[in-house]
Nanobody, 121 residues
Framework: QVQLVESGGGLVQPGESLRLSCAASGSIRVIYLMAWYRQAPGKQRELVASITLTDTTNYADSVKGRFTISRDNAKNTVHLQSNSLKPEDTAVYYC???????????????WGQGTQVTVSE
C-alpha cells in the first residue's frame, strides 16, 4: 500500500510563512497528481493547490499569489510554500495523491493524516 506522511504545520503569526511537505512511500510506480486540501472546523474540505504529472498547477483563488506547490519526483514528495499567511488560512491541511502501484494496477487515491496550520496573533 501507499502511505502519505505530512510535516511542517504549526503556529505562526499573520504575514509569516510555512512550508508543508508530504512524502509518499510504498508500492509506487507513477504519481499522477498530488494536491493539498484544507478543512477548517464547520467548513467543507477544499482544494488548496494541485500539481499534475506534467507539472500543471492549480490554486484556489484565496491562495493565488501567496502559495506555491511543487514536487520532487526523485523523493516522491510534494511541498506547499505558504507565504503571507492570514488567519483565514487556519485549518487542517491534508495531502492527497493519485498513484499507480508497482504491480500494474489502476490508479488509486490516497490521503495523509493531516497537519494543523494555525495563523494567529
Amino acid at each position: 500500500q501507499v502511505q502519505l506522511v505530512e510535516s511542517g504545520g504549526g503556529l505562526v503569526q499573520p504575514g509569516e510563512s510555512l512550508r508543508l511537505s508530504c512524502a509518499a512511500s510504498g508500492s509506487i510506480r507513477v504519481i499522477y497528481l498530488m494536491a493539498w486540501y484544507r478543512q477548517a472546523p464547520g467548513k467543507q474540505r477544499e482544494l488548496v493547490a494541485s500539481i499534475t504529472l506534467t507539472d500543471t498547477t492549480n490554486y484556489a483563488d484565496s491562495v493565488k499569489g501567496r502559495f506555491t506547490i511543487s514536487r520532487d519526483n526523485a523523493k516522491n514528495t510534494v511541498h506547499l510554500q505558504s507565504n503571507s499567511l492570514k488567519p483565514e488560512d487556519t485549518a487542517v491541511y491534508y495531502c492527497n495523491a493519485d498513484i499507480s502501484p508497482l504491480d500494474w494496477g489502476p490508479r488509486r487515491n490516497y490521503w495523509g493524516q493531516g497537519t494543523q496550520v494555525t495563523v494567529s496573533e
